[in-house]
T-cell receptor, first 114, second 112 residues
Framework: EAGVAQSPRYKIIEKRQSVAFWCNPISGHATLYWYQQILGQGPKLLIQFQNNGVVDDSQLPKDRFSAERLKGVDSTLKIQPAKLEDSAVYLC????????????FGSGTRLTVV | GDSVTQMEGPVTLSEEAFLTINCTYTATGYPSLFWYVQYPGEGLQLLLKATKADDKGSNKGFEATYRKETTSFHLEKGSVQVSDSAVYFCALSVDNTDKLIFGTGTRLQVFP
């Protein structure tokens, strides 16, 4: 079984620029999550999708962050404009519908904002 | 709000030593508790879980018992190996949601 694919692996941008991250979940997994992991902290949920609908985006900074999951498969997370404090690892995870806690995480995208 | 507190690292041990990584939690509902592990360059992996009080989760020689009276879920292993070197995260999920709340992580370094 292929894992959760994320790209790019690393990204360095200047503040006020925009950036996008891509995630391809495990085939058939209905639920997709984006987490933000700042250095020295645990991951924090940004947004959760069930198929192509948003379940929870309460911690997504909507003035600069956006995410979509077209056709209920892969997903894109965008930051525009980026701030220094957005430097973090962005983790994507997926799980099958109805399977409690059956998360599979991707390896993440490390973003550095300079 | 709901939160998880882990002991700070790094934890440095010799091979075959006994491991304990402390984790305590605060939750308003009835949480499920987890340990995740992150090996260098890899994504987070579920190590073990417990969904109700007094449950013991176990995997790969690691164990943790859900202690409601002390609100704890300490991770233990009787004899660590160099290959266990990684960052370990304690996490909880409350009220049948699948949103995870993580601790800050504890780095374990095992030397031969």
């Amino acid at each position: 079984e292929a894992g959760v694919a994320q790209s790019p692996r690393y990204k360095i941008i200047e503040k006020r620029q925009s950036v996008a991250f891509w995630c391809n979940p495990i085939s058939g997994h209905a639920t997709l999550y984006w987490y933000q992991q700042i250095l020295g902290q645990g991951p924090k949920l940004l947004i959760q999708f069930q198929n192509n609908g948003v379940v929870d985006d309460s911690q997504l900074p909507k003035d600069r962050f956006s995410a979509e999951r077209l056709k209920g498969v892969d997903s894109t997370l965008k930051i525009q404009p980026a701030k220094l404090e957005d430097s973090a690892v962005y983790l994507c995870a997926s799980s099958p519908y109805g399977e409690d806690y059956g998360y599979t995480f991707g390896s993440g995208t490390r973003l550095t904002v300079v | 709000g709901d939160s998880v507190t882990q002991m700070e690292g790094p934890v440095t041990l010799s091979e075959e030593a006994f491991l304990t990584i402390n984790c305590t939690y605060t939750a308003t509902g009835y949480p499920s508790l987890f340990w995740y592990v992150q090996y260098p360059g890899e994504g987070l992996q579920l190590l073990l879980k417990a969904t109700k009080a007094d449950d013991k989760g176990s995997n790969k020689g690691f164990e943790a018992t859900y202690r409601k009276e002390t609100t704890s879920f300490h991770l233990e292993k009787g004899s660590v190996q160099v290959s266990d070197s990684a960052v370990y995260f304690c996490a909880l999920s409350v009220d049948n949601t699948d949103k995870l709340i993580f601790g800050t992580g504890t780095r374990l370094q095992v030397f031969p």
